[in-house]
């Protein structure tokens, strides 16, 4: 069956280092796949997307990567700050678009 | 830009009672999508519409929900009867270019609690 995974439902890390997300995918070849951001009783706001022939797409603090041949995602935010506390979301772009359940983003001064 | 408008934000029904949200897209945006979140499922994909049609309405759950989408600038999710089992918070989306290659824009939800 079709299923999209992110890593782990929370993650916690200190100020200053760097966050790293999983989305892993399986029996779906998507041809791009995006990054959002929610904040509690927000809707999803978009960060990235990047092509299935990308490797690696870069926005200020923000990478992300793309590997087909291991269907993963990784979303890195590097010198984290307690501002990017919020949930990540992955999905993939296939014939429409799936989201993961997110990975719940906190960052401690 | 105002962004995707949507209302109610909350909405506390009974359950057997009609349910109608609203969206207003983006102006300009072709497409408007409707999705539902929960915590057991994550956010899903109800339907699509492509310039008012709809497209794709593979993920509406039964016969209990309708969508609708007049002109290029309202749209109407409609439950009736609502069931408890329809408490989520659902979403609408849009983008400008018809496909799901380019960003989604949401609102910020409606609240749906059916007691």
């Known amino acids: 069956s079709q299923k999209i995974e992110q890593n782990s439902e929370a993650l916690n890390i200190q100020e200053g280092k760097t966050a790293t997300l999983t989305c892993n995918y399986t029996?779906?070849?998507?041809?791009?796949l995006q990054w959002y951001r929610q904040d509690p009783g927000r809707g999803p706001v978009f960060l990235l997307l990047?092509?299935?022939?990308?490797k690696e797409k870069r926005k200020e603090r923000l990478k992300v990567t793309f590997d087909t041949t291991l269907k993963q995602s990784l979303f890195h935010i590097t010198a984290s700050q307690p501002a990017d506390s919020a949930t990540y979301l992955c999905?993939?772009?296939?014939?429409?678009?799936?989201f993961g359940a997110g990975t719940r983003l906190t960052v401690k001064p | 830009d105002a962004g995707v408008i949507q209302s109610p934000r909350h909405e506390v029904t009974e359950m057997g009672q009609e349910v109608t949200l609203r969206c207003k897209p983006i102006?300009?945006?072709?497409?408007l999508f409707w999705y539902r979140q929960t915590m057991m499922r994550g956010l899903e994909l109800l339907i699509y519409?492509?310039?008012?049609?709809?497209?794709?309405d593979s993920g509406m759950p039964e016969d209990r929900f309708s969508a609708k989408m007049p002109n290029a600038s309202f749209s109407t999710l409609k439950i009736q009867p609502s069931e408890p089992r329809d408490s989520a918070v659902y979403f609408c989306?849009?983008?400008?270019?018809?496909?799901?290659?380019?960003?989604?824009?949401f609102g910020n939800g409606t609240r749906l609690t059916v007691t």
């Open positions: 999905a993939l772009v296939v014939n429409d678009m799936r």
């Open positions: 029996n779906y070849s998507p041809a791009y």
């Open positions: 990047i092509r299935e022939n990308e």
């Open positions: 102006s300009g945006h072709n497409s």
């Open positions: 519409f492509n310039n008012n049609v709809p497209i794709d």
């Open positions: 989306a849009s983008n400008p270019l018809g496909s799901y290659n380019s960003p989604l824009h």
